[in-house]
C-alpha cells in the first residue's frame, strides 16, 4: 500500500512518554500535550491500528482518544 492510501492516526494517552518509544511504536512520533502524550503516525490497515492499541494496553496507559484523518488530507503523517 503507497502512503497516500494509508491512514493517519492521533493517539492522545494519559502521561507524559519518552520519545525514544516511538520505534517501539512503529515510528510514531511522539509530543508532549497538556501532561499527557500524542502518538501521531500512519498504520496501513485496522489490524495495524489493533497493534498499536495493544501496545498501548501493554504500558498500562490510559487511551484518551483516536482521531483518525486521511493522508492526503492531513500535514500530520
Request: aromatic share 10%; hydrophobic share 40%.
Amino acid at each position: 500500500m503507497n502512503p497516500s492510501q494509508e491512514n493517519c492516526y492521533q493517539i492522545r494517552v494519559k502521561g507524559l512518554l519518552d520519545p525514544k518509544w516511538a520505534d517501539w511504536f512503529d515510528g510514531f512520533s511522539i509530543t508532549a500535550l497538556d501532561g499527557d502524550s500524542l502518538l501521531t503516525g500512519q498504520v496501513p490497515d485496522q489490524a495495524a491500528l489493533h497493534g498499536i492499541i495493544a501496545k498501548i494496553r501493554d504500558l498500562g496507559l490510559t487511551l484518551v482518544f483516536i482521531q483518525q484523518e486521511k493522508y492526503h488530507e492531513s500535514n500530520l503523517c
